[in-house]
């Protein structure tokens, strides 16, 4: 098992294929399995962005994607924002980070200018709880799915990266 940091250095690095798991503070977190019927692969989805424009999950086709469910009363997830804004400045051309808040528009849009959000921001808590129980979480945050090229699942997160 490796760290957050170190999963995010794998993709950024192209080792798509490789086996990766995670260390919190550098001790080994068990991770509970997906729903037996959890998606293995990108499924389509379109949500609004915090600026209001519809986003497709289409625009995101043969890039490595990191999607991060968060929100901003949840303190994980406040956390480990930063740690994904650094990484989406350094390997913007090949990885793809997708934020998507389970909240209300006006609190991500105040967090957003307070931290300057630098990758995609969603912002629709219906269509984020529907999006997380189709890869197996009931709802639990911070909850980060990454997708090779080809759109396969690699792996999943719950909990601070």
């Known amino acids: 098992m490796a760290s957050g940091r170190r999963l995010l250095a794998w993709l950024l690095g192209g080792a798509a294929a490789a086996s990766i798991g995670f260390f919190t503070a550098g001790a080994l977190v068990s991770q509970p399995e997906p729903a037996p019927?959890?998606?293995?692969?990108?499924?389509p989805f379109?949500?609004?962005?915090?600026s209001g424009e519809l986003f497709s999950s289409?625009?995101?086709?043969?890039?490595?994607?990191?999607?991060?469910?968060w929100a901003t009363w949840?303190?994980?997830c406040r956390r480990e924002i930063p740690l994904l804004m650094?990484?989406?400045a350094l390997h913007r051309e090949s990885l793809a980070i997708v934020g998507i808040a389970v909240d209300d528009l006006e609190s991500v849009l105040r967090f957003e200018d307070e931290v300057g959000m630098n990758y995609v921001s969603l912002?629709?808590?219906?269509?984020?709880?529907?999006?997380?129980?189709r890869y197996g979480n009931a709802g639990q945050l911070p909850f980060t799915l990454v997708f090779?090229?080809?759109?396969?699942?690699?792996?999943?997160?719950?909990?601070?990266?």
């Open 46 to 50: 379109s949500l609004p962005t915090s």
């Open 37 to 43: 019927d959890a998606l293995s692969t990108l499924t």
């Open 74 to 76: 949840c303190a994980p």
């Open 58 to 69: 289409d625009q995101l086709a043969g890039r490595n994607i990191l999607i991060n469910f």
């Open 148 to 161: 090779d090229r080809a759109g396969r699942l690699r792996f999943t997160k719950t909990g601070e990266l």
């Open 123 to 133: 912002v629709d808590k219906k269509g984020a709880l529907s999006l997380m129980s």
């Open 86 to 88: 650094a990484t989406q």
